[in-house]
């Protein structure tokens, strides 16, 4: 029955199976060896790779190898209201935590003085942390703010890796609104080594601005998640057809 179909899904079930009788945790063998013993090339390979990357089933460390996974909770989230990744994982009560943080003092350039509205040289707060689920890596977040809203003091006690929660939470500055743009981009070699994953991944990306209740851009956010960890909805209403449509 198998003769039937397209070489590229018959990768995909060898693959599949391969991945069922592995033990989560355990190692794949090396791409060279998977390509040689499934007649395939390497480009190929990995490109049927990358789809069961993508469910949450494998996890490729750059220069250690091709790990399977277990089955893991979705962090599930409507695009509709602005919310943390922790509020969304305590939805579902899985248990999620902050791995690598950074915090580095810097001056605004050209480029985030015009996303945040400020002046070149202006002194900004910039807040880099990974979050895990599973203690694995699912999120690498990025938030550059004012010095005037978040210094790097404030973040000196209880923070939990939500900035966003932070300022919630202090009720100062009264929040209002957010802006958010979304790609499908690839990964380059910070966000790779971050998240334990091939540079050139496809990751999801969120770029965000955050705004007061004056309209001022309190928060600039560069957010990257894992497909296969986060599913993103957004509810629609129905649109009604101008007169001249009729």
Sequence with gaps: MTDNIHPYQRLQIELAELIEKTVP????PSEPQLAQQMGVSRATL???????????????RQGIGTFVVGRTSVIES??????????????INLKISMGDLRINQVNADSDLARQLGVDEGSPLVRVERVILGDNRPVAYLIDILP??????????????GSVLDLLIRRGSP????SYTEINAVAA??????????????V?????????????RVVDYSISFF???YFRFHVVRRVGTLLKSEM
């Excluded at 990751?203 to 004056?214: A, C, P, R, S, V």
């Design 25 to 28: 945790g355990d190692r794949l």
């Design 188 to 201: 380059t070699s910070e966000v790779a080594r971050a998240l334990e994953i091939q540079r050139g991944d």
């Design 78 to 91: 409507g695009l509709e209201v602005l919310q943390s990744i922790e509020t969304s994982a305590d939805s």
């Design 174 to 177: 009264k929040l209002l609104k």
């Design 147 to 160: 010095e005037n809203v978040l210094t790097a003091h404030d973040l000196d006690e209880g923070f939990n």
């Design 226 to 228: 894992l497909p296969g």
């Design 46 to 60: 990995r490109e049927a790779m990358r789809a069961f990357e993508g469910q949450g089933l494998i996890r490729r």
């Design 203 to 215: 990751m999801e990306k969120f770029n965000g601005w955050l705004y007061d209740q004056d309209g």
